[in-house]
Nanobody, 123 residues
Framework: VQLQASGGGLVQTGGSLRLSCTASGRTFSSSAMGWFRQAPGKEREFVATISWPGRSTNYADSLKGRFTISRDNAKNTIYLQMNSLKPEDTAVYYC?????????????????WGQGTQVTVSS
């Protein structure tokens, strides 16, 4: 089981990025998925989560309205659309998968992790 995240990069304040995470293997089917991020010197924090097959989503309160999580089950891929980016959004973003279809903001409840993609927002 592998998760491959992509789409990170350098963007100016106010800009947008769309992250993608593609899963290999059977894990994507029936798995809730999530995005987390970790800034230098800080703990990993919850960003967003989406259920299987995608009817339910949940977001960190501070990110509601700017970030949108979605999934394309035919492509085994989840996305994170990030708008109105701020310098404090700078972090490594990780995608993760659960072993059940229910949303969760707790990283300890995820069993599959991608390698992370760097997002840097310049002021």
């Amino acid at each position: 089981v592998q998760l491959q995240a992509s789409g990170g990069g350098l963007v100016q304040t106010g800009g947008s990025l769309r992250l993608s995470c593609t899963a290999s293997g059977r894990t994507f089917s029936s798995s809730a998925m999530g995005w987390f991020r970790q800034a230098p010197g800080k703990e990993r924090e919850f960003v967003a989560t989406i259920s299987w097959p995608g009817r339910s989503t949940n977001y960190a309160d501070s990110l509601k309205g700017r970030f949108t999580i979605s999934r394309d089950n035919a492509k085994n891929t989840i996305y994170l659309q990030m708008n109105s980016l701020k310098p404090e959004d700078t972090a490594v973003y990780y995608c993760a998968g659960r072993s059940n279809p229910y949303v969760s903001g707790n990283p300890n409840e995820y069993v599959y992790w991608g390698q992370g993609t760097q997002v840097t927002v310049s002021s």
